[in-house]
């Protein structure tokens, strides 16, 4: 209740055998696989008060890709811990799992790479951008570049505004694709309309 009172919108969903009458909840008699079913279809985010091998044997049929999945966050019965499970930088399940934590007292669990590391990862702009039409390959070959020290190239140098200037290391903008394809960079990205 206090994760749902404190998520505008967010819905409870609870077995119907727990008569839990309150705004906002929603019993089921249905079981985890048709409930997860139905979640991954219809929200963009899904918290799980469970155990997390739970939630990965029942939700996993339903994933398609990091672009479409939704936030997974799963948090134990009393709070303490909200991992970032499924979706961590597009879905927003890294930043899901902070909120929840932040209401329950307890502490986010996120294990993406560049969080862990401080580096910037660029499916993070893309989101920001609401980029279409990406190459998801080429992004995880640039967050593997910036997480082991090689430079990524970024076109337009605009750009630079939309990445917070303490997460810029590795990043070097580019005022002209010619200059950008002429760089050392070991990766070259180029966003455009």
């Known amino acids: 209740r206090v994760i749902a009172q404190g998520l505008p919108g967010a819905h409870l969903y609870v077995p119907a055998g727990l008569r839990v009458r309150a705004s906002g909840v929603r019993a089921f008699t249905q079981d985890l696989p048709a409930v997860f079913a139905r979640l991954t279809r219809d929200y963009g985010g899904i918290i799980c008060v469970m155990a997390a091998g ?14 479409s999945d939704p936030a997974v966050v799963v948090i134990d019965e009393k ?18 799992a902070s909120r929840v ?36 390959a080429m ?22 505004s939309a990445i917070p200037t303490g ?20 990766c070259k990205v180029v966003v455009n309309n």
């Open 79 to 96: 709070g303490r811990f909200a991992v970032s499970l499924v979706a961590g930088h597009l879905g927003g399940a890294n930043d899901l």
């Open 167 to 186: 997460e810029q290391r590795g990043i070097r903008f580019y005022k002209s694709i010619q200059r950008l394809l002429a760089s050392r960079c070991h």
């Open 139 to 160: 992004l995880k070959k640039c967050s593997y570049d910036l997480l082991h020290g090689k430079k990524v190239g970024v076109y337009p140098a605009i750009l630079k």
């Open 54 to 67: 739970i939630v990965v044997r029942t939700i996993s049929p339903f994933l398609a890709h990091k672009a």
């Open 101 to 136: 934590a932040a209401l329950t007292g307890g502490e986010p669990v996120i294990t993406t790479a560049t969080d862990v590391q401080g580096v910037f990862a660029l499916d993070l702009l893309a989101k920001r951008l609401k980029c279409r039409g990406l190459d998801f």
